[in-house]
């Protein structure tokens, strides 16, 4: 983590470019990030198995309780004041960059996914109400959500519509007092009920009376657990209640509810019919949150991964006994073995050094003091997003089930663990936007939108690296199949625009693998920059630098090979699936 911070970002020379971080120095970080880490290996991660044993209850009548546990840990969170960290001063935050909030959250995932997403929905709904919300609102929801006193959640999906909100049904009517009163059912509401928090903010769309069809007529709405009194301290009972919870195949420590609105007041966030353009603060913040968890999983998969490979004797090598004085061979000798630990190292290092980026990117959209960055900074958090969810949660899941494979037999055996990562990294393909729909969004709306013109501004940087890099031999390896796949995006992309505008399914048929294609081309970009960087400290003797050399070798002659596939594939088109008669399925 700090070589992703210091060597390879150099976080703190960035921050002297934005004002409001400009003190903050590499030393604070990593204090801050060092007790991070003790309070996730000390206090979360021993919860980790426990809470997947035990799971939520519900105990009827809207009540339900968190495994053995999980309230402690959350107490010790708020006091500690972890909520706060990268919160807005002025509501009682601590004011650091989002980066810092980003690694922290990685920590936390690896530690425990389902606990974890308890405080990161909060911070969530701490974003949108804090770009959106009235004074008012602002006043009486952010210091509780920023000490953590109260937690939030987004409720969107109903169970006639996932992704397609445009056809939710939820009604807002308005009250005499200027409140709404709101009617329907939310379903796989992420942290929906608990007994962690003494109130629970949430954010619920809904259509006013007489509002458009369609996503042009969603309205967002404050609906808390319990109505904040005059003095902004818990007051009377809402009708917004848990029915029951979902009996789900991993994150079984986090409850996901049904939650059914009877009349349950409710306040207008931002402008009528326009609560999805406030909503997609939430849901971009909880699209790389998700990413964050598979980030967290693949690197938590891998250490437990590499400690097996290294103690479970099986068989010899091939090329003659390595332990001779025991009675078998650690499996680590096993080529195989290798190529799924050094799969799983690959894929966490260049996603840290990917999201660790995109954060950065956020706090110069946010903070830094040239409008032409801010600028820039938002179209590549915007361009790739739906890469960082979709791509990092792939990923993961791989990583998981490689974890499972090295352990063999004892990987199927709940009491090692493995299995456990395999079934909470599954949900994070599927939910805020399944990777399908992250796909559609990447290739559809963020390239072909704007004719190319944030790819092509991204593109600009792998360009100038490999121009920079390209004349120096000790980068030839790294340099050539990154500016290959750059030159393949670039063509994949004008062949998938031209076909499209004769035939739209093109989109849909070819989104899928491009994304994948994509995803390489940002991890090829990433593995040349930290091999610039390995090679520049060859000389130190750190075995680290050693390692990330080889491991950005392994992942161009292992890894980057799989667009040979995703490009053949998004090339091939509609035809293969659109042509084939329903009646034939």
């Avoid at 995932?109 to 997403?117: E, K, P």
């Avoid at 349950?264 to 009528?272: H, K, T, Y």
């Avoid at 190529?339 to 799983?344: A, C, E, G, I």
Wanted: a negative charge; charged letters at 20%; proline letters at 5%.
């Amino acid at each position: 983590m700090q070589f992703v911070l210091h060597e390879l970002l150099n976080v703190e020379a960035e921050l002297k470019s934005m004002p409001k971080h400009a003190d903050l120095d590499a030393d604070t970080i990593n204090q801050v990030l060092e007790e991070a880490g003790k309070f996730c290996s000390e206090v979360v991660f021993p919860l980790n198995q426990s809470g997947d044993r035990e799971g939520c209850t519900y105990e009827g009548n809207g009540v339900v309780k968190t495994p053995a546990g999980f309230r402690q840990a959350y107490r010790q969170y708020i006091e500690a004041g972890w909520p706060a960290l990268g919160c807005d001063p002025e509501f009682g935050g601590q004011g650091l960059p989002a980066f810092v909030n980003n690694a922290l959250y990685e920590m936390l995932n690896s530690a425990n996914q389902a606990w974890t997403m308890y405080p990161g929905l909060s911070h969530g709904a701490y974003e949108c109400l804090h770009e959106h919300g009235t004074p008012e609102q602002k006043s009486t929801y952010l210091p509780k959500l920023v000490s953590g006193e109260w937690t939030g959640t987004m409720c969107l999906t109903e169970p006639h519509c996932g992704t397609d909100l445009g056809i939710l049904r939820t009604k807002a009517e308005p009250n005499p007092d200027g409140s709404f009163a709101l009617t329907g059912m939310k379903i796989f509401i992420s942290s929906g009920e608990h007994d962690m928090a003494e109130n629970i903010v949430h954010l619920v769309l809904a259509r006013l009376p007489g509002a458009p069809m369609g996503t042009k007529g969603i309205s967002l709405f404050i609906v808390p657990k319990f109505v904040p009194d005059s003095n902004g301290a818990v007051g009377e009972r809402n009708t917004i209640k848990c029915g029951s919870i979902e009996h789900k195949m991993g994150i079984h420590g986090n409850a996901t509810c049904v939650m059914n609105l009877d009349g349950a007041r409710g306040w207008l966030v931002g402008e009528a019919n326009k609560g999805l353009n406030a909503m997609f603060v939430m849901m971009n913040a909880a699209r790389l949150g998700v990413g964050m968890q598979g980030l967290g999983l693949t690197e938590v998969a891998y250490q437990n991964s590499l400690v097996y490979a290294k103690e479970r004797l099986q068989m010899r090598a091939l090329t003659g006994p390595k332990a001779p004085e025991k009675a078998a061979d650690p499996i680590i000798v096993h080529p195989d073995v290798r190529r799924m630990l050094l799969t799983q190292k690959a894929y966490a290092e260049a996603g840290r050094a990917f999201t660790y980026w995109a954060a950065l990117n956020i706090d110069k959209e946010l903070s830094h003091a040239d409008e032409a960055t801010r600028r820039e900074a938002a179209d590549f958090v915007a361009l790739l997003t739906p890469v960082i969810k979709a791509f990092l949660t792939d990923n993961a899941f791989e990583g998981t089930n490689l974890a499972m494979q090295i352990y063999g037999g004892h990987g199927f055996i709940s009491e090692w663990g493995m299995e456990q990562y395999v079934r909470d990294a599954r949900i994070n393909m599927i939910y805020e936007g399944t990777n399908s729909i992250q796909a559609l969004d990447l290739l559809g709306r963020k390239i072909l939108g704007d004719m190319g013109a944030k790819l092509k501004r991204f593109g600009k940087l792998v360009s100038d690296f490999v121009e920079q890099e390209g004349v120096k031999p000790e980068m030839q390896e790294f340099i050539n199949p990154l500016a290959d796949i750059g030159e393949k995006v670039q063509k994949l992309t004008m062949e998938i625009g031209m076909k499209a505008m004769q035939n739209p399914d093109e989109v849909g048929a070819a989104a899928v693998p491009y994304l994948r294609t994509v995803g390489h081309l940002v991890f090829s970009y990433f593995w040349a920059r930290m091999a610039r960087v390995a090679l520049d400290r060859a000389d130190s003797g750190d075995a680290f630098y050693t390692a990330k050399l080889a491991t950005a070798r392994f992942y161009f002659a292992r890894l980057l090979p799989e667009t040979a596939a995703t490009i053949r594939a998004a090339r091939a088109g509609a035809k293969p699936m659109m042509d084939y008669d329903e009646a034939l399925f």
